[in-house]
């Protein structure tokens, strides 16, 4: 059973059909990319799934829930997590303290829990341990702002796991990120719970052949295809579309 499902969607900016009837399912556990060209509908199918975006016609459903309606917030609280954007993170706080801020949001999503949250042991530990766990531990407790940028891109991924998502989408991780350094973000994916279905939106076909068990092809709004990475590989259609074979 798919734990993120959407049925015939559609949206439509103006008269242009950016997704047109796409069906498509993350099974539990999944490590699923998703690709396509420049234009091909990918961040809008996301925006559509994350509810930042209400399709014109289809369902989305979460674990068999329609969360079609919901808005983004109430779909994170049900454990569909998309990675925060650079832009997002607070560059003024320290990683430890982003971290600390999220499990308070988890905690009690009402009130300002920050700052009990700062002085609880548990919640301390837990920030620490993902911290470690992403590479993070060295620069913890510096300004975010004076990371790296290949750190932050991992602060990003730790955010978004401090949520405890079921289904955790990330949006282009390794996007700017020099070669050198993509490894240190393929190796923190590869480190996600499996428990965690994960669905990677990236333009990097060797970080998505090396991450992926299924990978679903979406063309003008509308998906191509969907198959192993070998069956991706091999197909004509695939290869016309990103070589114009
Ligand atoms: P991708 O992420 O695969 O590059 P997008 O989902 O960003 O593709 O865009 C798909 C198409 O929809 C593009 O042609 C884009 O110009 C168009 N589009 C996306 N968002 C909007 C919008 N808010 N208004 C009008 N057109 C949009």
Not at 166 to 173: H, Y
Request: hydrophobic share 45%; proline share 5%; glycine share 8%.
């Amino acid at each position: 059973m798919s734990v993120l499902e959407a049925k015939g969607l559609v949206k439509r900016f103006g008269g242009f059909l950016a997704t047109n009837d796409v069906s498509i399912g993350f099974a539990q556990g999944a490590r699923h990319a998703l690709i396509g060209p420049n234009g091909a509908g990918k961040t809008t199918l996301v925006n559509l799934l994350t509810g930042v975006l209400r399709p014109d016609v289809g369902t989305i459903l979460l674990e068999g829930r329609d969360v079609t309606g919901l808005p983004p917030h109430e779909r994170v609280r049900l454990g569909l997590v998309r990675t925060f954007q650079i832009n997002q993170l607070f560059s003024g706080l320290t990683p430890l303290e982003s971290i600390l801020l999220a499990i308070a949001q988890r905690i009690d999503r009402k009130g300002d829990r920050w700052r009990p949250v700062a002085r609880d042991d548990e919640a301390i530990r837990e920030a620490v341990e993902l911290l470690t766990r992403l590479d993070l531990e060295s620069v913890m407790t510096r300004p975010t702002a004076t990371l790296a940028y290949g750190k932050r891109r991992l602060l990003e991924v730790a955010l978004a796991l401090a949520c405890r998502p079921r289904v955790l989408l990330l949006d282009e991780p390794a996007a700017g990120v020099p070669h050198g350094e993509r490894d240190e973000i393929l190796n923190a994916i590869a480190l996600l719970p499996r428990e965690v279905t994960v669905v990677l939106i990236e333009h990097d076909m060797d970080l998505v052949f090396r991450f992926a068990e299924r990978i679903s092809v979406l063309v003008n709004g509308a998906l191509l295809m969907e198959g192993t990475p070998a069956e991706v590989a091999a197909s004509r259609k695939v290869r016309e579309v990103y070589l114009g074979e």
